[in-house]
């Protein structure tokens, strides 16, 4: 027994998965905002039991700035990502990518924005891992890189390359379907 999935099906799929993968960002970024205003402004024993249980407590007692450095990192990255699937969504609905000409100035941008915005993310994770590396040398105990989801620094950026060159071709691609268009 086969089992065929068209091009149809597999987008809406893939659009289901995007809405429950930008969700679930959107509550960890939203989650980690929260927890730094909580415990920053309103409760400092907040940073026992930050976001997913991690304990920032150590950072939160040693200095309250660089508790905020760690936790602002952390809320860019989670935003950044949020940010990225948003993108995803918006794509598939409003429908704005045709088929029938699949280079597109559509296409270009979206693409471009995604090569931009995992650039950022890697950036920003290499930045947070070196501030916690800084802060380890320091005595002072900050939890995992996988733990504070700053994590896969170098995976973003070979993803943010490949995505660079992605979005070259598909620029390429609509030159050479601009000048196939205007031939005919």
């Not at 045709?98 to 941008?109: C, G, R, V, Y």
């Amino acid at each position: 027994m086969e089992i065929k999935i068209g091009s149809k099906e597999m987008l809406t799929i893939l659009h289901i998965f995007a809405w429950i993968i930008f969700i679930g960002v959107c509550i960890e970024a939203g989650g980690i905002i929260f927890n730094t205003f909580f415990a920053m402004v309103i409760n400092p024993i907040g940073a026992k039991n930050f976001w997913m249980k991690i304990d920032l407590s150590n950072l939160m007692s040693y200095d309250k700035g660089y508790f905020l450095v760690i936790t602002v990192i952390m809320s860019i990255v989670a935003f950044m990502k949020a940010l990225m699937f948003y993108l995803i969504v918006k794509l598939f609905h409003k429908k704005a990518f045709d088929f029938t000409h699949p280079f597109n100035s559509t296409l270009k941008q979206f693409i471009s924005n995604l090569a931009y915005l995992t650039f950022g993310i890697g950036l920003f994770s290499i930045w947070g891992l070196k501030y916690a590396a800084w802060l380890r040398l320091s005595n002072v105990y900050v939890p995992s890189v996988e733990d504070l989801r700053l994590g896969g620094a170098d995976v973003w950026l070979f993803m943010s390359v490949i995505l660079f060159v992605i979005a070259q071709i598909v620029k390429r691609g609509i030159d050479i379907q601009t000048e196939n268009d205007l031939t005919v």
